[in-house]
């Protein structure tokens, strides 16, 4: 790869990384090449389109435990944090439903999308060390990985990840690469970027700095002053957010200690663990290896041992294999320091250069990729997909299972449309019982704030005051005492029973019970006095 800019922009060398080849002018070989590329592009294209058609159809609500919800609710009150976790996460789900109708599929079609661009940004990584069509194969073995797919469906402060990391360590290749001012920037802005997604992402930075500082052309670029430049674009890029921890007392400090303190273990028990955590992530990582090994035209369980074996061996491509094992030692070591617990799925987002190292590896052996049958197998592989996801969706729905059968935006349409009945003015908030509560705010076309009534400090963009001020829907489950009381006392009406049940498959799904409780906006009784005084004088 070129070691300067010189010549061409910044964002014209980023898009390089990415971009198709010009058609040629001459040369059966190149237009070949050309065709491949772009043949390679569009599968990648098609294979986000149809994850989001399965993830529809697999679910016919957002995730159980309404992460998804969450987002949204959080996201449109612009905060620079928000009490679990930094806000990047929120931001990308309140800017994606300025543009899209807020809907299940719209959702994750915002999941779909999300994977993608980590995929594009493993694409640009790869393209660093190998020519367009390899880095494009790179990207497409990925992609058939429940990294990138069944685990990328539920956007939250985890899966967010998976875009910006990827991103993050291109930009610190190229800057130790190249060396540029320019790099060295994209890589701090880069890097805040992933502490403001999760501040998993330390794991990340010391990951790649262990990395730079274990190559010795890359850590004699990372000791150079202009390296300052991007600590200076990572803390701009933090500051909002640095300063909202000051002022708030560092609240997600606070739940993340509650965190660990809830999933910690014993020392031993923190090593022990450390072989199921490698075995998980081997296994995740496993389609892309057989996507590989298809690729061979002979020897293809050659091709799997030799990457297997790969992982031991840094001296195959020590670049690639500290960029590829960097974070996973760097995740290990602050489980074992903070003694805690390790969940696979924290993890899975550290995979963005393995696939490019196990590439080089077998390229280095002599074996040689045939793409002539990728469109074939891919195309199998997404009817298999669609056909596994209707099957889920049914069945799901048909054994009730609880993440399928909840009527949440039947829920949310009922109650909205009670609240204009009785009160006839735009719902401007809604609290009560989490995931009702949430769901109402989301399913909607006016603007809806929700309200956390247990925990107002939660939500500190609506105050007491802003309730009785402009009103509020209340919604309880029918079963739950604490919430109805609540509800009851602070509003001092009485509840208004709702059954509402979701069809989905044909299939109708049992009816759940709710409480609503309405508190009209301060006024509101003088406001409907005069308008109905004001009818009759009319007439």
């Keep these: 790869m070129p070691q300067s800019e010189s010549g061409a922009s910044f964002i014209e060398s980023i898009m390089t990384d990415l971009s198709l080849p010009s058609p040629p002018s001459q040369g059966s070989a190149r237009a070949l090449a050309s065709r491949e590329t772009l043949r390679l592009s569009l599968l990648l294209v098609a294979h986000s389109m149809v994850w989001i058609v399965g993830a529809w159809l697999y679910r016919t609500n957002l995730d159980t435990a309404a992460d998804m919800l969450e987002n949204y609710v959080w996201g449109i009150e612009w905060q620079p944090g928000y009490y679990k976790h930094p806000p990047a996460f929120a931001w990308m789900a309140a800017s994606w439903f300025k543009i899209f109708p807020r809907t299940d599929l719209a959702y994750f079609a915002l999941s779909s999308c999300n994977a993608t661009l980590g995929l594009c940004g493993i694409v640009a990584l790869a393209r660093r060390f190998l020519p367009m069509r390899d880095a494009l194969i790179v990207g497409l073995a990925m992609a058939v990985t429940p990294i990138y797919t069944t685990l990328a ?115 031993h028990v923190m090593l022990l663990e450390k072989i199921p955590y490698s075995l998980a992530q081997l296994a995740y990582l496993l389609p892309a290896m057989a996507f590989l090994a298809l690729l061979m035209p002979r020897q293809r369980l050659a091709a799997v041992g030799a990457m297997l074996r ?129 769901a109402i705010a989301f399913y909607g076309n006016d603007l809806t704030h929700y309200w956390d009534m247990y925990e107002p400090a939660n939500t500190p963009w609506v105050a007491r005051a802003d309730v009785m001020r402009e009103g ?68």
């Design 310 to 438: 790969s992982i031991l061996r840094p001296s195959l491509d020590r670049n690639l294999w500290w960029l590829s094992m960097g974070t996973f030692f760097a995740v290990c070591a602050v489980s074992v320091v903070t003694r805690t617990h390790l969940s696979s799925l924290w993890g899975n987002t550290q995979w963005f250069a393995i696939v490019a190292f196990w590439l080089v590896i077998l390229q280095q052996r002599g074996f040689e990729l045939d793409t002539r049958g990728v469109v074939r197998g891919m195309t199998v592989y997404w009817v298999f997909v669609l056909a596994l996801s209707a099957l889920l969706g049914f069945t799901e729905a048909a054994r009730h299972h609880r993440g399928a059968i909840e009527p949440r935006a039947e829920l949310a349409h009922a109650a909205r449309q009670l609240w204009q009945e009785r009160v006839g003015l735009p719902l401007d908030i809604v609290t009560g019982n989490d995931k009702e509560a949430k």
């Design 472 to 539: 509020a829907l209340f919604v309880c489950r029918g079963s739950d005492d604490r919430c109805n009381k609540i509800a009851a006392a602070f509003t001092r009406a009485r509840a208004i029973p709702m059954s509402v049940h979701k069809r989905a498959w044909g299939l109708r799904l049992p009816d759940y019970g709710y409480n609503v409780y309405l508190l009209p906006p301060d006024g509101w009784h003088e406001a409907a006095d005069r308008a109905r005084t004001g009818s009759k004088t009319a007439s």
């Design 153 to 267: 469906i539920k956007f939250n402060a985890n899966t967010v990840l998976l875009s910006l990391w990827p991103w993050a360590a291109y930009f610190f290749v190229r800057y130790v690469q190249t060396g540029t001012w320019k790099s060295a920037l994209a890589l701090g802005a880069a890097a805040a970027l992933a502490m403001l997604g999760k501040y998993f992402s330390i794991t990340l930075l010391a990951g790649l700095g262990l990395a730079g500082l274990s190559r010795p052309a890359w850590r004699a670029q990372l000791l150079r002053p202009r390296t300052l430049l991007a600590v200076l674009a990572g803390t701009v890029v933090l500051g909002p957010h640095l300063v909202w921890l000051v002022q708030n007392d560092f609240p997600t400090f606070a739940y993340a200690d509650e965190r660990i303190q809830e999933i910690s273990d014993p020392f």
